[in-house]
């Protein structure tokens, strides 16, 4: 159920964000109102940071009508032990699309603490659409809610027929469900919901570190408010492309897992891993996946999980989430070696044992397909996707096949921001060198289009995430030296693996 706040207190929270960025009058009296405070109270669970707080922020559904209804959004606050020291907040802006910040704090919330040394009240939030703000809901059906249908993998010879079919009904269904809410889940509004947090956070400038899609938004920010900006991280970012954006992400992702497998490759001919080795040499992995999937294709085998039996594309899709951290290789070397075994019968990630809920994949695809128009020819589809398979057979044509944004019935509210070198020289990028999901020459574009504005730290390991992320002392020295002292490389520099 969508959650309205009171239409008194977002009005004179969020006058500057609407001035700031969308022209209109001033409504009669909101000069001299006062800026609520946030209500925080304590919210620490077992895995979260000691003293952690929660508050809801409200936010206007929509910025062209301030005083109209109102979202509330989930924020939490891990407050500076060290007043003394305190500079400012450092704002957490969570990935995705789609991802929590709250839960981001939980995994990273204590390490961050450490890391800053009390420089800062550590800062997060669920974007509108997420977690525990304000949601909207496409009623979807189940098995349009599983991630290897909600991702257009093609059928085993490359037809799109079905994932036209399925990409129809879930744009439809969204239209037909989703609402104002749903339609009001974009990069632009969650930008201008940053600088609502930030006035009732009290602060004049944020720091901010923001991860793989909250990079873009906070680029985005940097962009729209460099007044309000202080010291601000871009970790794992993909190429700011604004004619493309989501589209230009997932498409690079065909790239960056060819660009990673060689990592997962070495790791599963290592004999070290024992009952856990695929082969021999590392150039062995590639193509027994590949056969594998095949194989899968034609007769998917049971797995644990009744009526759910891994297939070839299920198989794809659990590597894609592997290629996310080192970690993650064991569970996708295991589901190989059962698929393998002829006695075996799989144990599927469960991220891929069940749908999604309902709520979760409505607020990924409207943040994917909101922002900005997608093609809807399916010819050209069908061409892309034959391409994208024979050049990178690991993704299989998915990064470049339809989507539900290829047939969503709301034209975008505006134009995606473009990213310029205008503006504070006040930026550090962080950036893995094999990055499956934001791909390091998608980073290289956003470098290139901030200019002076920035330097980049490419750290030479693979995986999503670098700082905090890898272990890699030399890459985290950097990005914290740079938010705790403001020293900034005077160059852009690399860290070895």
Not at 109 to 132: E, H, I, K, N
């Amino acid at each position: 159920m969508t959650t309205y706040a009171p239409r008194a207190r977002v009005l004179a929270l969020c006058l500057a964000a609407l001035a700031a960025t969308v022209p209109t009058a001033q409504p009669a009296g909101a000069a001299g109102a006062r800026t609520p405070a946030l209500q925080w109270r304590p919210c620490a669970g077992p895995h979260d940071p000691a003293g952690k707080e929660c508050a809801t922020l409200p936010v206007p559904l929509d910025y062209r009508d301030p005083d109209g209804p109102q979202l509330g959004l989930a924020v939490t606050r891990v407050r500076s032990e060290r007043p003394a020291v305190r500079r400012g907040t450092l704002l957490v802006v969570p990935g995705g699309p789609g991802g929590s910040g709250l839960r981001r704090m939980t995994e990273k919330g204590a390490a961050l603490s450490t890391a800053m040394a009390g420089a800062y009240d550590l800062v997060s939030f669920d974007p509108r659409g997420v977690g525990g703000s304000s949601r909207a809901s496409c009623r979807l059906d189940p098995a349009d809610r599983q991630l290897v249908t909600l991702r257009s993998w093609p059928r085993a010879d490359g037809d799109i027929t079905e994932n036209v079919a399925r990409s129809r009904r879930i744009a439809e269904a969204c239209h037909r469900h989703g609402g104002a809410v749903l339609r009001s889940i974009t990069t632009a509004n969650e930008v201008r919901d940053i600088d609502c947090l930030r006035r009732a956070l009290g602060e004049q400038k944020l720091s901010a570190w923001g991860s793989s899609y909250g990079s873009y938004v906070a680029a985005v920010y940097a962009q729209k408010y460099p007044r309000h900006t202080d010291r601000w991280v871009l970790d794992s970012t993909g190429d700011p492309d604004p004619s493309r954006v989501a589209r230009g992400w997932l498409a690079n992702t065909s790239a960056g897992a060819d660009d990673r497998f060689p990592d997962f490759a070495a790791w599963a001919a290592d004999p070290a891993r024992k009952e856990l080795r695929l082969a021999r040499r590392a150039e062995d992995v590639r193509p027994l996946f590949l056969a594998l999937a095949a194989k899968l294709d034609r007769a998917p085998k049971q797995s644990t999980t009744p009526g759910v039996p891994l297939t070839g594309n299920r198989l794809r899709q659990a590597m894609q989430n592997a290629l996310a951290g080192d970690d993650l290789f064991e569970e996708v070397a295991r589901l190989v070696r059962a698929a393998r075994n002829p006695a075996a019968e799989p144990v599927l990630p469960a991220a891929l044992a069940g749908p999604l809920p309902d709520q979760d994949a409505s607020g990924v695809m409207a943040a994917t397909c909101n922002d900005v128009r997608w093609p809807a020819s399916v010819p050209a589809y069908r061409r892309a996707v034959a391409a994208d398979r024979a050049r990178h057979p690991l993704t299989a044509g998915m990064p470049a096949n339809v989507s539900a944004c290829s047939f969503w019935k709301d034209a975008p509210a505006g134009k995606p921001t473009r990213i310029t070198a205008d503006g504070p020289a006040n930026l550090l990028m962080i950036q893995n060198l094999r990055d499956p999901y934001t791909p390091y020459a998608g980073a290289l574009k956003m470098r290139q289009a901030l200019g002076g504005r920035a330097r980049l730290v490419t750290v030479g390991h693979g995986g999503h995430g670098a700082y905090l992320g890898n272990g890699n002392a030399c890459g985290d020295r950097a990005v914290t030296a740079f938010l705790t002292t403001g020293r900034r490389p005077q160059q852009d520099t690399s860290c070895a693996d």
